[in-house]
């Protein structure tokens, strides 16, 4: 089946720093990827979609110069958390599509997630 | 927009008990139905997932689904729930009318009880 994986899995870092997390399809191409940003005991918020070659979709309320996408790839996109601040602090999800799937099937596969942590 | 709601954000049950979990979306128009499980700091496991065709659908680990239009509901169900079924279980409603976007449910937590 389609993997989806994210890295780093977890991460400390202090206030004020910028932080990169990758999300790459393992074994598929995926024109589309998504971020999701979940906090303690709460479901998945998305926060962009991102496409590949172009600009990214930010959900509102979601600083798109905070929260930086870059989908250079058809197998990896990323999320920088510039400047980030301990309310960053979350767990981040990213999925991907898989439109070769036969049917046209419209599955997001997810990542494992990453832990985000701001001193 | 969808809204995807679960009625019950908390759910006890015994061990080698029956379990449903619920699941209401606000429109039945053009929609795919979903239903996902996370364990403690993993991403999200997809259980089973209504596209089309027998309204009842059957995913892993035992646990199967019902689609039901009139009443735009979900529910999820397990006849007899394991230990290891302790989890967080998302519903999720792919809307075709806005891109496939997915919307998520507030999850529900299911503690099984030895």
């Known amino acids: 089946g389609a993997v989806v994986s994210q890295h780093p899995s977890w991460v400390i870092c202090k206030s004020g720093t910028s932080v990169k997390i990758e999300c790459r399809s393992l074994d598929f191409q995926a024109t589309t990827m998504f971020w999701y940003r979940q906090f303690p005991k709460q479901s998945l918020m998305l926060m962009a979609t991102s496409n590949e070659g172009s600009k990214a979709t930010y959900e509102q309320g979601v600083e798109k110069d905070k929260f930086l996408i870059n989908h250079a790839s058809l197998t990896l996109s990323t999320l920088t958390v510039t400047s980030a601040h301990p309310e960053d602090s979350s767990f981040y999800i990213c999925s991907a599509r898989d439109f070769s799937l036969a049917g046209g099937l419209d599955e997001q596969f997810f990542g494992p997630g990453t832990r985000l942590t701001v001193l | 927009a969808q809204s995807v709601t679960q009625l019950d954000s908390q759910v006890p049950v015994f061990e080698e008990a029956p379990v449903e979990l619920r699941c209401n979306y606000s429109s039945s128009v053009s929609v795919y139905l979903f239903w996902y499980v996370q364990y403690p700091n993993q991403g999200l496991q997809l259980l089973l997932k209504y596209l089309s065709g027998s309204t009842l659908v059957k995913g892993i680990n035992g646990f199967e689904a019902e689609f039901n239009k009139s009443q735009t509901s979900f529910h999820l169900r397990k006849p007899s729930v394991h230990i290891s079924d302790t989890a967080e279980y998302f519903c999720?409603?792919?809307?075709?009318?806005?891109?496939?976007?997915?919307?998520f449910g507030t999850g529900t937590s299911l503690t099984v009880i030895p």
């Open positions: 999720a409603v792919s809307d075709r009318d806005t891109g496939n976007q997915f919307y």
